[in-house]
């Protein structure tokens, strides 16, 4: 990349510069960098239950951050997200390197098929996983009597780290798996074969040769991940809605954001505690920027 | 040998248990539609109705509140081609200009991009009400189109292939030949570019078809809502799923599960037709690590 030559230095390029990027710029502007200003501002002022709004640099943050559902939202995220992310590089590890260890027509099929749950997103794939976890109609119906409650409904509170990682990584590792399986596909064959004569068998390949080469897709998944899914929104709303008043409606922090917008119309705090996860997300988005290799942009990374 | 047949046994166990742990749920779903509610409960889970009961679950979801199904579909497309037309407009020029022109402010403007481009669309979508509601434009298409139409991946995309793959030469050629700045980008780069163009379409048909977040949060009309939360309100408005039917809608299990193929039907074909290419988008920029 640090072979990129620029074409243009003379000033009168400058304004051609910038008359390809003008209409990207003003979305950028506008729905990418004025909302973060506006709700920055927004969370300075406070809408009290009487009386006329009023500025206040902190207020809105103690406010959120002394709110009892947020510690309850926050654990309810920080247990999906430690079920789901060891279980989804597990999963994706595993799988792509025995698809890689020996090619046939099993693994090409389970290396198509373990992508086409990843179209079926969204709205969706909150629906399909209600019923795969609805004992009634559930195809695993036997195998989910254990986790039966006393109601004869799986969905609770309580459940759903373990329900939303286990959809996470039916829909999320596909896409890994075929990334990771290209990443393998293309270490050189001469220093396997280099391996194989020293004497280590299909596992040692994998454990000393192969992982190592592929290690530092760990972090990139990890954090794209993990930011993706401290976010999460759609999957217990919709959860929600099926599995009626067993989740709750601030289950996820994101939806308690959202109580506080739309249910209890206080702009300020919904503001506030977004900005405490932007700030946590973008901090994540520029750690993959700056200390990962997959997004590099004039050769610095 | 011992051995090596009980590590091909391994290996096969590993990758049929992968196999049902992905392929089940969605064939299930696609079985699910062939059944009645009554089947769905009392049948084997996997076993297979018949197909007039797919037409049967069809004409009941045609059928709800006066067809909406197919307000949703439209507001679907048109949210969806909407965003995907003024993103194109937006990310092709921008990603050729940002790698091919400097100027003041492009590293920001770079920087933004990537910072936007790896931030989950969920962080934005709040602040974006906050900042939708205050110039009165919820509860429009617009509140939806706009923001999908920042692209800040395809803008990557764009900037990826022009930086590596158009010369300078050509472009500098075409310059002495007395092409303005956009006659090259119009006439030399457009032709070159068209499987990167395609690529981004594509990408931001798929973000644009999916949507779900931003619809639910900015349209509170329902002859607005897509297929994806359409969806969600055929779920909260019938008794569909499971529990005595009290609102006499012919909406159960069956008919959920149809909607909710169709409501992913593009985006499934796309992915049975296209699955190479989706991937090599997944790992634009990783494989340069």
């Known amino acids: ?301 | 040998m011992i051995a090596r047949l009980s590590g091909r046994l391994g290996r096969n166990i590993l990758l049929l248990s992968a196999l049902l742990f992905f392929g089940v749920p969605v064939l299930w779903l696609f079985l699910a539609t062939t059944k009645t509610s009554d089947q769905l409960r009392n049948d084997a889970p996997m076993s297979f109705g018949s197909f007039e009961q797919i037409g049967i679950a069809w004409s009941h979801l045609i059928g709800y509140n006066d067809g909406i199904i197919a307000t949703w579909t439209l507001n679907s497309i048109l949210y969806t081609l909407g965003s995907m037309v003024i993103a194109l407009l937006a990310c092709v020029p921008a990603g050729y200009g940002l790698a091919k022109f400097r100027f003041r402010g492009r590293g920001v403007v770079l920087f933004l991009t990537l910072v936007t481009m790896v931030v989950p669309s969920a962080a934005l979508i709040l602040p974006l009400y906050l900042q939708m509601s205050a110039v009165g434009l919820t509860n429009t298409p617009w509140s939806v189109i706009l923001p999908l139409a920042f692209y800040p991946f395809g803008v990557y995309l764009v900037y990826l292939f022009a930086a590596t793959t158009i010369p300078d030469s050509v472009i500098e050629a075409a310059r002495l030949d007395g092409l303005s700045e956009w006659g090259i980008m119009m006439r030399i780069f457009l032709p070159l570019a068209v499987p990167v163009i395609v690529m981004v379409a594509f990408f931001a048909f798929v973000n644009a078809w999916n949507a779900f977040f931003l619809p639910y949060i900015m349209l509170t009309d329902s002859d607005l809502a897509n297929l994806q939360t359409g969806l969600q309100l055929l779920m909260r408005n019938t008794n569909a799923l499971g529990g005595a039917n009290f609102t006499g809608i012919p909406i159960r299990e069956p008919e959920i599960a149809l909607a909710a193929i169709v409501s992913v039907s593009p985006i499934l074909l796309i992915f049975l037709f296209a699955q190479r290419h989706l991937v090599a988008g997944q790992t634009a920029g990783a494989e340069k690590g």
């Not at chain 1, 090409?108 to 709205?123: D, E, H, K, M, N």
């Not at chain 1, 109609?137 to 409904?153: D, F, K, R, T, Y």
């Not at chain 1, 990584?169 to 896409?175: H, S």
């Not at chain 1, 299909?202 to 990890?222: D, E, G, T």
Request: aromatic share 10%.
């Open chain 1, 1 to 301: 990349m640090t072979s990129v030559k620029m074409v243009a230095r003379r000033p009168r390029r400058r304004a051609t510069g910038w008359s390809f990027v003008a209409l990207y710029v003003v979305l950028l502007v506008a729905f990418g960098v004025v909302p973060v200003i506006y709700a920055i501002v927004t969370a300075f002022f406070v809408t009290p239950v009487v009386g006329p709004t009023y500025f206040s640099l902190l207020d809105n943050f103690a406010a959120v951050l002394a709110d009892y559902r947020l510690p309850v939202a926050a654990v309810n995220v920080a247990m999906y997200l430690l079920i789901w992310l060891p279980l989804l590089l597990v999963v994706v590890f595993v799988i792509a390197l025995v698809l890689d260890a020996k090619r046939t027509r099993l693994g090409a099929l389970t290396r198509f098929i373990s992508y086409v749950p990843g179209a079926v997103t969204g709205s969706a794939a909150a629906l399909l996983w209600l019923f795969m976890f609805s004992p009634a109609v559930s195809p695993i119906g036997p195998l989910l009597a254990p986790l039966v409650g006393a109601n004869g409904i799986i969905i609770s509170d309580s459940s759903l780290p373990m329900i939303l990682a286990v959809m996470g990584v039916a829909i999320g590792a596909g896409g890994w798996i075929v990334m990771l399986y290209g990443a393998l596909t293309a270490i050189p064959p001469e220093l396997i074969e280099a391996a194989r004569i020293d004497g280590a068998n299909v596992w040692q390949q994998a454990l000393h040769i192969k992982l190592p080469l592929i290690r530092s897709y760990v972090a990139f998944i990890l954090i794209v991940s993990f930011a993706a899914g401290f976010q999460v929104f759609v999957e217990p709303q919709v959860l929600g809605t099926g599995a009626r008043g067993q989740v709750s409606s601030t289950w996820s922090v994101n939806q308690l954001v959202y109580s506080y917008a739309s249910g209890e119309s206080n702009y300020g705090r919904a503001s506030a505690l977004s900005v405490l996860l932007l700030i946590i997300t973008v901090t994540a988005a520029v750690i993959i920027i700056r200390k990962t290799k997959f997004y590099s942009i004039d050769g610095r990374s």
